[in-house]
């Protein structure tokens, strides 16, 4: 019979084994659950492929007005036409197609289909004068070749640049400033309009501002969303817009829901607006149907 000391021996080795086992078995989970996810993605980057070739992508329009009511532009979001989901936000494969370098060719369509529309616009004596906002990605400023991609859109299409807006994110600007700061001055010298979006939620500083041609910053809708009703917030906006008028850009406020929203906006010095309370992202034809209903 096995003395005290040999039994909690065997107890003890019992229990490494034990252990190690459920680490292996943790491990097989987790590399199956790897493998599940790259699987995912391929099947995923594969359907992106086959939806620009098909053309399933298209642009929804949110309506930016100023202070008088009168549109003034858009911002184009772009939605996937899903077979089985329907129509898919960004949110739902834009990391996926940043991962895979995906967002270069799909980024190049958006701003064609962009430049396209600005053109038809001016031949529409209603809609002439209509300014169209896009979004651009780290992966698309990156590029080399950014600048003329975009100068040579605009030449084909024969679109002013004023009419042009490109918004870029705090983040995509925060690597090798001096190749940012270059590429924004060639657009600017050429027109098109550049937005900082979600201003104030990232690393703003008035030294990369001063240094960055902007003109236009965005409120991120997380400050306007608490403006009534919380004094930190309203003291927010009030000093972004008051930043905005220092640096001589124009200044917007997104995601205003309510009136209250818009009449605090209002009161603080705002005159430009995008959000629900004026109009959701709307497909093409009921964006165009709503501003000549405004115009009329």
């Known amino acids: 019979m096995p003395g005290p000391y040999a039994l909690h021996d065997g107890l003890r080795r019992v229990g490494i084994w034990f252990n190690l086992l459920s680490v292996a078995a943790a491990v097989v989970v987790i590399l199956h659950l790897q493998e599940s996810d790259a699987a995912a993605r391929r099947e995923l980057h ?3 492929r086959g939806a620009l070739a098909s053309r ?17 532009g858009a911002e184009a979001l772009l939605r996937w036409n899903h077979p089985a989901h329907g129509l898919v936000g960004p949110g739902g494969f834009m990391q996926a197609a940043e991962e895979t370098g995906f967002v270069l060719p799909l980024g190049q369509w958006v701003l064609g289909e962009a430049c396209a529309q600005l053109r038809r616009w001016q031949d529409d004596p209603v809609l002439r004068g209509l300014r169209l906002s896009v979004n651009i990605s780290t992966l698309q400023l990156r590029q080399p070749d950014f600048v003329p991609q975009v100068l040579d859109c605009l030449r084909q299409n024969g679109v002013d640049g004023r009419l042009l807006t490109l918004e870029l994110t705090e983040s995509v600007l925060m690597e090798d400033m001096e190749a940012t700061v270059a590429k924004m001055q060639a657009l600017q010298a050429a027109g098109v309009g550049l937005s900082l979006d979600d201003f104030g939620t990232g690393y703003s500083s008035l030294s990369y501002l001063h240094q960055m041609p902007f003109t236009e910053l965005k409120i991120d809708r997380a400050f306007v969303a608490g403006i009534v009703g919380d004094t930190q917030a309203s003291s927010i906006t009030r000093n972004l817009l008051r930043l905005g008028h220092d640096l001589g850009v124009e200044v917007i406020a997104e995601g205003v829901e309510t009136v209250e929203q818009y009449e605090l906006l209002l009161g603080q010095g705002c005159r430009l607006f995008q959000g629900y309370l004026f109009g959701r992202p709307t497909d093409l034809a009921t964006f165009e149907e709503r501003v000549a209903g405004r115009a009329a």
């Open 56 to 72: 399933r992508f298209e642009l929804f329009y949110q309506p930016q007005l100023g202070a008088s009511g009168r549109v003034f």
């Open 46 to 48: 594969a359907e992106l």
